[in-house]
Nanobody
Framework: VQLVESGGGSVQAGGTLTLSCVAS????????MGWFRRAPGLGREGVAT???????LYEDSVKGRFTISRDNTAKTLTLEMNDLKPEDTAMYYC???????????????WGQGIQVTVYS
């Protein structure tokens, strides 16, 4: 399993970033995919997940601002992040799991992570 994230960077508060994750090495369309993040000094937390049927879950603080989507043909997972806040600053990780699609950071496979910095 390989997961490669892209699209991170620095943005002013209120701005937009879109993260992408290209997956390979597994039967993509049946797996749960998710985005997680780790802020400085904190543990890893779930941001959003999407299962093979397109059902989504969002962490409360990102509801209405972030949108997760997947393209099963292109094997790509996307996280569109709008109205970014300084508290969204973190390392963001793409992850995949065969099991239930929860926000708990217990997924089986992980990308290397990509930094998102939001400045005020």
């Amino acid at each position: 399993v390989q997961l490669v994230e892209s699209g991170g960077g620095s943005v002013q508060a209120g701005g937009t970033l879109t993260l992408s994750c290209v997956a390979s090495g597994f039967y993509y369309s049946t797996y749960c995919m998710g985005w997680f993040r780790r802020a400085p000094g904190l543990g890893r937390e779930g941001v959003a997940t999407i299962d093979g049927q397109g059902q989504v879950l969002y962490e409360d603080s990102v509801k209405g601002r972030f949108t997760i989507s997947r393209d099963n043909t292109a094997k790509t997972l996307t996280l569109e992040m709008n109205d970014l806040k300084p508290e969204d600053t973190a390392m963001y990780y793409c992850a995949v799991d065969k099991g239930s699609c929860r926000l708990a950071p217990d997924f089986e496979h992980w990308g290397q992570g990509i930094q998102v910095t939001v400045y005020s």
